[in-house]
T-cell receptor, first 113, second 110 residues
């Protein structure tokens, strides 16, 4: 079974705080993704990584950065959290083959006050 | 522009009342179309991948079909535990990127 874990299910942060969301997989998959999900907007890709230290911007990278120092971990960083970053954050993994399916973690619901 | 539209936005069914959810798409070269189920507050759970027009996949009460412009998720004799949001996504050839629809919220009443 594919197993993707995210560091927190719920987070409450203050505006201006630096926020770290971590995603861990145990499948040795090359590709890892960060999405945010908002009502009426669906899932939108923030960043993805296709290998250690490699990353590409998705559709909405502004206000976010990522880090992948080890293959199994992919971190999403909000440098200075803002209220418009309140959302559900989802991590997904995929093997290195483009035809493979993406599998999702349980999500982190972030509230920025 | 690659795009996915799902309809209806919400659907209420009586237990046992079969129906279909629609996913219309435009994509420059379809590599795959994906259906996911998402329960409230949880991550999407993979259901099916369809690759080419005419293909069908089944799992329990669910059956997914694909044409060149749309996909249907048919739900036969649904039960209350089928209540969830169903998401559709497409992937264009040569890219890892998925384009998601906004989902159909299904509620099955006992």
């Amino acid at each position: 079974d594919v197993k993707v874990t995210q560091s927190s299910r719920y987070l409450v942060k203050r505006t201006g705080e630096k926020v770290f969301l971590e995603c861990v997989q145990d499948m040795d998959h090359e590709n890892m993704f960060w999405y945010r999900q908002d009502p009426g907007l669906g899932l939108r890709l923030i960043y993805f990584s296709y290998d250690v230290k490699m990353k590409e911007k998705g559709d909405i990278p502004e206000g976010y950065s990522v880090s992948r120092e080890k293959k199994e971990r992919f971190s999403l960083i909000l440098e200075s959290a803002s209220t418009n970053q309140t959302s559900m954050y989802l991590c997904a993994i995929q093997t290195g083959r483009v035809e493979e399916t993406q599998y999702f973690g349980p999500g982190t619901r972030l509230l920025v006050l | 522009e690659d795009q996915v539209t799902q309809s209806p936005e919400a659907l209420r069914l009586q237990e046992g009342e079969s129906s279909s959810l629609n996913c219309s798409y435009t994509v420059s070269g379809l590599r795959g179309l994906f259906w996911y189920r998402q329960d409230p507050g949880k991550g999407p759970e993979f259901l099916f991948t369809l690759y080419s027009a005419g293909e069908e996949k089944e799992k329990e009460r669910l059956k997914a079909t694909l044409t060149k412009k749309e996909s249907f998720l048919h739900i036969t004799a649904p039960k209350p535990e089928d209540s969830a949001t169903y998401l559709c996504a497409v992937q264009a050839s040569g890219t890892y990127k998925y384009i998601f629809g906004t989902g159909t919220r299904l509620k099955v009443l006992a």
